[in-house]
T-cell receptor, first 109, second 113 residues
């Protein structure tokens, strides 16, 4: 069964304090790994798709990397507006996504 | 472009009643998905439409849930009769191609009391 585990469950950072979020996955035939950001009361907002081990993508202060077993979302010099829940999901058979439980990030100024 | 629109944003109903959720996808998106998040759990897949056809409904929990997509445009998800465990946030998403990131709506928060 496809499974996604995210850690930590919650992370508190000071503004400017860089860190990483982890997404471990087991899936038969990975077609894509997705990172989303979710703000309270909103739907998930697409950030990145990674398709193969070794791939990296960047957007502003965020950088996503992928290995055969896990993905990392690196946050460099975060700001308070980066506070959100970050969701990881994998796409295997068909088009459905299997989500992890998410990491709640709080960045304090 | 307009995003994925869901309504109502909130619904509170009594156990045994019927509720219909609606989703308007981004215009031109053939793929439409329903997901839900129940309290304390991950977001889970319910079903996938390609145009008006159900491509995958493996996540539908039971036959109290009925999804339709009229003419390949908007979709409805009806729960009849609602049970307490149906409470949660129901998300709709759409995409042009199935192999890329979806665009999600803001969700409908359903509370069954």
């Amino acid at each position: 069964e496809d499974q996604v585990t995210q850690s930590p469950e919650a992370l508190r950072l000071q503004e400017g304090e860089s860190s990483s979020l982890n997404c471990s996955y087991t899936v038969s035939g990975l077609r894509g790994l997705f990172w989303y950001r979710q703000d309270p009361g909103k739907g998930p907002e697409f950030l990145f798709t990674l398709y193969s081990a070794g791939e990296e993508k960047e957007k502003e202060r965020l950088k996503a990397t992928l290995t055969k077993k896990e993905s990392f979302l690196h946050i460099t010099a975060p700001k308070p507006e980066d506070s959100a829940t970050y969701l990881c999901a994998v796409q295997a058979r068909g088009n459905k996504l299997v989500f992890g439980a998410g990491t709640i990030l709080r960045v304090k100024s | 472009e307009a995003g994925v629109t869901q309504f109502p944003s909130h619904s509170v109903i009594e156990k045994g009643q019927t509720v219909t959720l609606r989703c308007d996808p981004i215009s031109g998106h053939d793929n439409l998905y329903w997901y839900r998040r129940v309290m304390g759990k991950e977001i889970k897949f319910l079903l996938h439409f390609v145009k008006e056809s159900k491509q995958d409904e493996s996540g539908m929990p039971n036959n109290r849930f009925l999804a339709e997509r009229t003419g390949g445009t908007y979709s409805t998800l009806k729960v009849q009769p609602a049970e307490l465990e149906d409470s949660g946030v129901y998300f709709c998403a759409s995409s042009q191609s199935g192999y890329h990131g979806y665009t999600f709506g803001s969700g409908t928060r359903l509370t069954v009391v």
